[in-house]
């Protein structure tokens, strides 16, 4: 019993003494990022969500990474839409994040989500927009998906001017979403 005690206040001083790590502001670890992100603004501005899918996720103590895989639209020439959600549990991603947001050409801040975010408009092709909020990174990805018709490449005839919008609006409530 007294051996008991004497290792359980050992074990209490040793965890005192490691520095709690950084604050994830109530972000989680998601196994499924396409059960948590709804999308419905990007739906209302591109059409009917088809199907999704995710690819591997990462949880290991220093990070966590997951992300979805969403088409919009008509089977033919709709629209695709990939998110990754990044938790950095240990580094504090913001010294690099404008480093990288410049990398990829992303120069338009954009106001109102997170503590930093940018935004690329590739013109009709799509867009990508990326968040830094405290721990928690986002990177959404818009694309139009072309087809071929009778051996003629056809593109999508959907404006993405002001994709941004619906974008932001999904990201803020994904963010929500996380911290519950």
Same mark, same amino acid.
């Given at each position: 019993?007294? *051996? ?7 074990? +209490? =001083? +040793?965890?005192? $003494?490691?520095?709690? !790590? ?30 999704? !899918? ?8 220093? @990070? ?7 088409? #919009?639209?008509?089977?033919? $020439?709709?629209?695709?839409?990939? @998110?990754?959600? /990044? ?9 690099? #994040?404008? =480093?990288? %947001?410049?990398?990829? !050409?992303? &120069? ?7 503590? /930093? %975010? ?8 799509? $867009? ?5 909020? $405290?721990? *928690?990174? #986002?990177?959404?990805? @818009?694309?139009s998906q072309d +087809?071929?018709?009778? !051996? ?5 005839? @959907? ?17 929500? %979403? &996380?911290?519950?």
């Amino acid at each position: 019993m007294l *051996a008991s005690a004497v290792w359980g206040g050992g074990l +209490y =001083a +040793y965890e005192r $003494g490691k520095p709690a !790590g950084p604050d994830l502001q109530g972000y989680r670890h998601v196994e499924d990022l396409c059960e948590v992100v709804d999308f419905e603004a990007l739906a209302g501005a591109l059409g009917k969500r088809r199907e999704s !899918g995710s690819s591997p996720v990462v949880n290991e103590p220093a @990070i966590s990474e997951t992300s979805c895989s969403v088409a #919009f639209g008509p089977q033919e $020439g709709g629209q695709s839409v990939d @998110i990754t959600y /990044t938790l950095h549990k240990v580094v504090d991603p913001g010294p690099e #994040f404008e =480093a990288r %947001a410049q990398q990829f !050409g992303l &120069l338009r801040k954009v106001d109102g989500i997170g503590e /930093t %975010a940018f935004f690329d408009d590739m013109e009709e092709e799509g $867009g990508r927009l990326r968040v830094l909020d $405290g721990q *928690a990174e #986002f990177q959404v990805d @818009i694309f139009s998906q072309d +087809y071929a018709l009778d !051996g003629e490449e056809i593109s999508s005839s @959907i404006d993405l001017s002001g994709i941004e919008v619906p974008m932001t609006q999904d990201v803020l409530a994904l963010m929500a %979403a &996380l911290k519950k």
